[in-house]
């Protein structure tokens, strides 16, 4: 099949992507393996590149970086005025925040930003009843669900302009653990996917809550990694500052099966299947480094044991040597 991908080929079908543009022509596994993400890059040539995301974060191959320091969030504890307007738009579940004015900007800085970015909207990426659905890894290990915050330089006017440099926009990725009890913070959006289960359906939500109510302890954010990468759905442009927290955030197993049971993507024809494991797989590293914050664990299991074991082997040691003879 390969060697009958004549050049005039595949300008052809360069020419029907254009043309159709990518909204219709991607999907995940579980609407049709065939436009899923392993035949992105043959649908936008970016999804193949070098620096793509999202990636398994190895914690024992990271470098620590003493820059990394507390990232600086603004607005993030204010709830924003305005409609908080929930909307399932085909691939995941998304709520738009830049509808605010510029006084009521939510934004971060510091943290190694070199700049400012502006919160664009957040959605998540999940699995399915039996399995975990987070798009990074740590160590391997994939979580049951992920949140994602974009955000944009503000050096830049447009997305469209932002997605143009490789500082253009910046994400905050958090994975969740499963908890016993509710995570009452998470009840609004929870409630509020019922209305919105067909694909293109939104909802205003009843009340409104600043965005730190859905993270972990603002306190424990300064423990995060850092890599460059891509968007994660096409065209998966490589212009992310990723941010990606050591912290989890917790969800009950009754709110997260809510996400799994409730949508639906968008139909194909008669057929309407249910929005489950709308992520994209780990993309290889290709060399590029994945930096701890000064906070951030870097390491687990045996590499840790060794670090506090070796102090305790040499007080045991030193104490053998001075004891009484
Ligand atoms: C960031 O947000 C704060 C508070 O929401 C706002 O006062 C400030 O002007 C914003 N900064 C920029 C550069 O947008
Ligand atoms: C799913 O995530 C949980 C963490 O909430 C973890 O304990 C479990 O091992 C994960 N399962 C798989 C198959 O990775
Ligand atoms: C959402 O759906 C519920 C029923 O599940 C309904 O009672 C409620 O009025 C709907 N809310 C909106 C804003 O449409
Ligand atoms: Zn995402």
Same mark, same amino acid.
């Given at each position: 099949?390969?060697?009958?991908? $004549?050049?005039?080929?595949?300008? =052809?079908?360069?020419?029907?992507?254009?043309?159709?543009? *990518? #909204?219709?022509?991607?999907?995940?596994?579980?609407?049709?393996?065939?436009?899923?993400?392993?035949?992105?890059?043959? !649908?936008? /040539? *970016?999804?193949?590149?070098?620096?793509?995301?999202? /990636?398994?974060?190895?914690?024992?191959?990271?470098?620590?970086?003493?820059?990394?320091?507390?990232?600086? &969030?603004?607005?993030?504890?204010? +709830?924003?005025?305005?409609?908080?307007?929930?909307?399932?738009?085909?691939?995941? %579940?998304?709520?738009?925040?830049?509808?605010?004015?510029?006084?009521?900007? /939510?934004?971060?800085?510091?943290?190694? =930003?070199?700049?400012?970015?502006? +919160?664009?909207?957040?959605? &998540?990426?999940?699995?399915?009843?039996?399995?975990?659905?987070?798009?990074?890894?740590?160590?391997?290990?994939?979580?049951?669900?992920?949140?994602? !915050?974009?955000?944009?330089?503000?050096?830049?006017?447009?997305?469209?302009?932002?997605?143009?440099?490789?500082?253009?926009?910046?994400?905050?990725?958090?994975?969740?653990?499963?908890?016993?009890?509710?995570?009452?913070? @998470?009840?609004?959006?929870?409630?509020? $996917?019922?209305? !919105?289960?067909?694909?293109?359906?939104? %909802?205003?939500? #009843?009340?409104? &809550?600043?965005?730190?109510?859905?993270?972990?302890?603002?306190? $424990?954010?300064?423990? @995060?990694?850092? @890599?460059?990468?891509?968007?994660?759905?096409?065209?998966?442009?490589?212009?992310?500052?990723?941010?990606?927290?050591?912290?989890?955030?917790?969800?009950?197993?009754?709110?997260?099966? #809510?996400?799994?049971?409730?949508?639906?993507?968008?139909?194909?024809?008669?057929?309407? =299947?249910?929005?489950?494991?709308?992520?994209?797989?780990?993309?290889?590293?290709?060399?590029?480094?994945? @930096?701890?914050?000064?906070?951030?664990?870097?390491?687990?299991?045996?590499?840790?044991?060794?670090?506090?074991?070796?102090?305790?082997?040499? +007080?045991?040691? !030193?104490?053998?040597?001075?004891?009484?003879?």
């Amino acid at each position: 099949m390969r060697m009958l991908r $004549l050049p005039g080929i595949t300008f =052809l079908t360069l020419a029907f992507v254009i043309q159709a543009g *990518t #909204a219709g022509t991607w999907c995940y596994d579980s609407q049709d393996p065939k436009c899923g993400p392993l035949h992105w890059k043959d !649908i936008m /040539i *970016t999804c193949g590149g070098e620096n793509q995301s999202p /990636i398994n974060i190895d914690r024992r191959k990271t470098q620590r970086d003493r820059n990394l320091d507390e990232i600086l &969030f603004e607005g993030y504890d204010q +709830a924003p005025p305005g409609r908080w307007r929930l909307i399932n738009d085909g691939h995941s %579940v998304v709520m738009n925040l830049d509808g605010a004015s510029a006084a009521d900007q /939510i934004n971060i800085t510091k943290g190694g =930003l070199q700049d400012t970015y502006r +919160a664009l909207s957040f959605h &998540f990426h999940w699995g399915d009843l039996s399995r975990n659905g987070s798009e990074h890894t740590v160590d391997g290990q994939q979580y049951p669900m992920e949140l994602h !915050i974009v955000h944009m330089n503000t050096k830049y006017k447009t997305i469209t302009e932002a997605k143009g440099h490789p500082n253009g926009l910046a994400v905050l990725g958090f994975l969740f653990k499963v908890s016993d009890a509710d995570n009452t913070n @998470y009840n609004t959006i929870v409630t509020g $996917l019922r209305n !919105i289960t067909r694909a293109e359906d939104y %909802v205003e939500l #009843a009340s409104t &809550f600043s965005l730190s109510n859905l993270l972990p302890n603002m306190a $424990l954010l300064s423990k @995060y990694y850092r @890599y460059k990468g891509s968007l994660t759905t096409p065209n998966c442009e490589e212009v992310v500052q990723w941010t990606v927290f050591e912290e989890n955030i917790p969800i009950s197993k009754t709110q997260l099966n #809510a996400f799994v049971n409730t949508l639906y993507y968008k139909s194909a024809g008669t057929t309407s =299947l249910k929005m489950t494991n709308n992520f994209r797989p780990p993309q290889p590293l290709h060399g590029r480094k994945v @930096y701890a914050s000064r906070d951030a664990t870097v390491s687990r299991g045996s590499l840790l044991a060794v670090n506090h074991l070796f102090p305790l082997l040499l +007080a045991v040691l !030193i104490g053998q040597l001075s004891g009484p003879s």
